[in-house]
């Protein structure tokens, strides 16, 4: 994990292993989300899948940006006790083929109703998702909206979000994510040449995935960040941001009375630790907590909720608070 200094703002660089915390999950969990499950062709290249529980709805989560569905190992399942839940890998990512092409919204939302139609596995959906899979969630309701009965956006990508805060923090966001896609080429290059044990390229890029996910998981997650193709995915994948903001933008309009709730971080990714807030970072937070009142008022059943003690990966930081989110909405569906 970096941490990246701009004037007042700090970043912890989470490359892959931090975005889903510290594990907690059962063995069983574990070996569940360790290997592949359903792997679903999309005509010659293959979708990963992996479904448990059952029920009327189908509770399907979509991970944040360059990360596996083993974001959600914590959450889903505790939702799976409830209802049938799904998670899967964008194309390049976790146990997925790469594609020859980059996970914008609407590709990933093509590849994941392609294959949800080939497994059979039938509407309606509550989709879930966190940054990018959030954004992905909304332009998956507006494409295929007979088959959305609800949405649980966490801390969601939305088309004119790097653009506010950009503007609230005069410029360093975009200073931000431009070192962000500097890391992640650093590391598709390291990939390449293949990572040496110890090495500071292996902790900078893969880090201690036992710590993260515990022995099973880990080790999986490890095998999986190593390679050049996962890098070259979540390269692809970060470069087509504004792209899939593009797709987003063209597509908004109201969800009408769509069960919809926007979990919203209760701590800033980009505070100074042990420092006061500063203006800066406080207007980052307000602007970041306004985009998501706004996205909740696009539906007459939509609401916001703070999360507190978690940041933007609110599934690693408040795993109970997402489960909570999903049953909500699932109560309103039902």
């Known amino acids: 994990m970096h941490k990246i200094w701009i004037g007042n703002i700090s970043l912890m660089l989470a490359m892959s292993i931090p975005l889903s915390g510290h594990a907690e999950a059962t063995s069983s969990t574990d070996a569940a989300f ?50 049938r839940a799904c998670v899967y890998d964008r194309a390049g990512l976790g146990f997925s083929d790469p594609a020859p092409r980059p996970n914008t919204s609407a590709n990933a939302v093509e590849d994941l109703h392609g294959a949800l139609a080939a497994a059979g596995i039938k509407p309606p959906y509550l989709l879930v998702g966190n940054s990018l899979g959030g954004a992905n969630a909304q332009v998956y309701a507006y494409r295929y909206p007979d088959q959305i009965k609800g949405l649980v956006l966490v801390e969601p990508q939305t088309e004119n979000e790097t653009a ?48 993260f996910y515990g022995p099973v998981l880990g080790k999986a997650v490890q095998t999986i960040t190593k390679k050049p193709s996962y890098w070259r995915a979540r390269v692809d994948e970060y470069n087509a ?38 203006p800066m970072n406080k207007a980052t937070e307000i602007e970041n907590e306004q985009i998501h009142r ?12 703070v999360i507190p003690g978690a940041s933007h990966v609110i599934q690693a930081d408040q795993p109970d608070a997402v489960v909570q989110a999903v049953l909500d909405v699932l109560a309103q569906i039902k």
Not at 54 to 72: I, L, R
Not at 180 to 188: G, I, N, P, S, T
Not at 201 to 206: D, G, I, K, T
């Open 34 to 83: 360790a290997k592949p499950q359903l792997r679903v062709d999309l005509g010659g290249r293959k979708l990963h899948l992996y479904c448990s529980g059952e029920g009327a709805t189908t509770v399907v989560f979509d991970a944040p940006s360059g990360d596996g569905g083993w974001s959600w190992y914590k959450v889903q399942p505790e939702v799976a006790k409830h209802t």
């Open 164 to 211: 506010r805060l950009d503007k609230v923090t005069a410029g360093k966001i975009k200073q931000v994510y431009a070192m962000v896609k500097q890391q992640d080429a650093y590391c598709l290059a390291a990939a390449k040449k293949g990572f040496k044990p110890g090495s500071e390229a292996l902790n900078n890029c893969v880090g201690d995935t036992i710590a």
């Open 241 to 278: 941001i504004d792209t899939s903001d593009d797709q987003l933008r063209a597509l908004r309009k109201p969800f009408g009375d769509l069960p919809l709730l926007v979990l919203t971080r209760g701590v800033s990714p980009y505070a100074v630790p042990d420092q006061p807030q500063s």
């Open 294 to 305: 706004e996205i909740a008022s696009l539906s007459s059943r939509g609401k916001q909720r």
